[in-house]
C-alpha cells in the first residue's frame, strides 16, 4: 500500500515568490493534515481537511497560505507570496480516524525562501 | 498557553544501556497523548497512543507509561537501530490537531 507522497521534496524560492506544495494521501483516508516545522522549532499544525472540507484551519499563519482539497482526495499547499520565515519544512499526514492520533506522515516539502 | 516539553534534548547511550525519556505536558483537559520516532530526512511514525494515567504500551524494546502530567518512554538494551529522533505529542479536549514537543534526539553507540 503506497504512503503518504509530497512533492516537492525541496523547493528554493526568492522572497515574492509563489510555492505550491502537494500531498497525496493514504488511499481512503478522509482526514489530511498540513503541519511544519521552521529550524530550530517545534513540529506547528496548519490545517486539517475531512474530506474535501476544512474542518480546522486555525493554525494558518495569515493569508499568503492557502490549502485546498477538490474532490476529498489529494491536496496543495499554496503561499503566495513567500516571505524569508515561511522557510521550514512541510508535512502532510493522513488518517482513518480523529481521535487515535494515529498519523501517517509524508516525508516533508523543505521549503527554503532566500 | 498548551505545552509540551520534553527532555532530555538529545541522550548518547552505549548498545544495551537502558533509559528513560520524558515528555511533560500541560493541558487543560488531555485527550490523548502520542509518541512518534522521526528518522532523518522522513516524516514523523507513530508509536503509541496513551489515553489516562497509569496507562501503559509495549513495543519491542520500547515501553511508555502515562501519569497525569508526564509520560515516559523506556527503552530497554537499545540497539544502534533505535537511533532516532522521539517526539510527544498531546491532543488537548476540544480538537483534533496535535501539539508537539521539539523532541528527543537518541543516539545509540554499537
Known amino acids: 500500500e503506497a504512503g503518504v507522497t509530497q512533492f516537492p521534496s525541496h523547493s528554493v524560492i526568492e522572497k515574492g515568490q509563489t510555492v505550491t506544495l502537494r500531498c497525496d494521501p493514504i488511499?481512503?483516508?478522509?482526514?489530511l493534515y498540513w503541519y511544519r516545522r521552521v529550524m530550530g522549532k517545534e513540529i506547528k499544525f496548519l490545517l486539517h481537511?475531512?474530506?474535501?472540507?476544512?474542518?480546522?484551519e486555525s493554525g494558518m499563519p495569515n493569508n499568503r497560505f492557502l490549502a485546498e482539497r477538490t474532490g476529498g482526495t489529494y491536496s496543495t499547499l499554496k503561499v503566495q507570496p513567500a516571505e524569508l520565515e515561511d522557510s521550514g519544512v512541510y508535512f502532510c499526514?493522513?488518517?482513518?480516524?480523529?481521535?487515535?492520533?494515529?498519523?501517517?506522515f509524508g516525508e516533508g516539502s523543505r521549503l527554503t525562501v532566500l | 498557553e498548551d505545552q509540551v516539553t520534553q527532555s532530555p534534548e538529545a541522550l548518547r547511550l552505549q548498545e544495551g544501556e537502558s533509559s528513560s525519556l520524558n515528555c511533560s505536558y500541560t493541558?487543560?483537559?488531555?485527550?490523548?497523548l502520542f509518541w512518534y520516532r522521526q528518522d532523518p530526512g522522513k516524516g514523523p511514525e507513530f508509536l503509541f497512543t496513551?489515553?489516562?494515567?497509569?496507562e501503559e504500551k509495549e513495543k519491542e524494546r520500547l515501553k511508555a507509561t502515562l501519569t497525569k502530567k508526564e509520560s515516559f518512554l523506556h527503552i530497554t538494551a537499545p540497539k544502534p537501530e533505535d537511533s532516532a529522533t522521539y517526539l510527544c505529542?498531546?491532543?488537548?479536549?476540544?480538537?483534533?490537531?496535535?501539539?508537539w514537543g521539539a523532541g528527543t534526539k537518541l543516539i545509540i553507540k554499537p
Open positions: 488511499s481512503g483516508h478522509d482526514n
Open positions: 481537511f475531512v474530506k474535501e472540507s476544512k474542518q480546522d
Open positions: 493541558v487543560s483537559g488531555l485527550r490523548g
Open positions: 496513551l489515553y489516562s494515567a497509569g
Open positions: 505529542a498531546v491532543q488537548e479536549g476540544s480538537n483534533y490537531q496535535l501539539i
Open positions: 499526514a493522513s488518517s482513518q480516524e480523529l481521535a487515535n492520533g494515529e498519523l501517517f
